[in-house]
């Protein structure tokens, strides 16, 4: 696997992980929000160098010129809801992508350590031959990101894969990467160090999807 991590050098990227990571800051869910989907733009556009590209004729007000265009046809999808904003992000600078959203969460067991990946909703178009961006703020265990693509396997079998998080553990970066082929692309903004006895990111930020959208009631 190709793993782009951008914690590697100095960006601003540290600026907006920082205010997601600060309880005084990431209360404000529209900052908050926001913050993801700049991350997005961010990643977006770093992915988009290693696209293919074709030259297409553009006819200006004084003459015309040749411009490289993508030629990859692109599905953009998001793992409900904590990746809607990380979604908004990367639909900003691939405005032509179809688009596939799949709902996945954990459930519970009897102790809180153990849990399963439940996935039930799902919408998404051919993925045939195409390039696949699967995004999920927070890449901790490693299995909703899996099971996922396991659901989206009837769809087609995409050209090219790349998986798309803002932090990533390294357990589940390990993970992942044991599971998809060598050819995958994950683009990460930063990575941690561990995570707790519960699955979650430390130091983390918390409940990408709670921060972003409310506290939800549990069942």
């Known amino acids: 696997m190709h ?28 900052r908050f929000r926001r913050n993801i989907e700049r991350i997005g733009e961010i990643l977006g556009y770093e992915l988009s160098k290693t696209l293919s590209y074709k030259p297409t004729i553009v006819k200006t007000p004084l003459g ?12 953009l999808c998001s793992i409900l809801r904590a990746g809607v904003p990380l979604h908004d992000g990367l639909l900003n600078y691939f405005d ?27 919408a998404c178009p051919s993925l045939e031959n195409k390039t696949l961006i699967l ?9 909703s990101m899996i099971a ?16 798309v998080s803002v932090i990533a553990a390294q357990e589940g970066i390990d993970f992942v990467e044991n599971y998809f082929d060598s050819e995958t ?24 999807g709670d921060l972003a959208f409310g506290e939800k009631l549990q069942h």
């Open 3 to 30: 793993i782009h991590n951008f914690s590697n050098q100095n960006t601003i990227l540290n600026t907006f992980i920082a205010e997601m990571r600060d309880v005084t800051i990431q209360k404000d869910s529209m």
């Open 64 to 75: 015309i010129c040749e411009i490289e265009k993508i030629d990859n046809k692109v599905v």
């Open 96 to 122: 032509n992508a179809e688009n596939a959203f799949i709902s996945a969460y954990r459930h519970h067991k009897e102790k809180p350590e153990n849990f399963e990946i439940i996935v039930e909703y799902l």
């Open 135 to 143: 995004a999920d703020p927070m890449l901790a265990t490693g299995q």
């Open 148 to 163: 996922t693509f396991e659901a989206l396997k009837p769809f087609g079998t995409p050209k090219n894969i790349h998986l």
């Open 185 to 208: 692309h994950l683009w990460v903004a930063t990575v941690d160090e561990k995570l707790n006895e519960f699955g979650y990111i430390v130091p983390g930020l918390g409940d990408a």
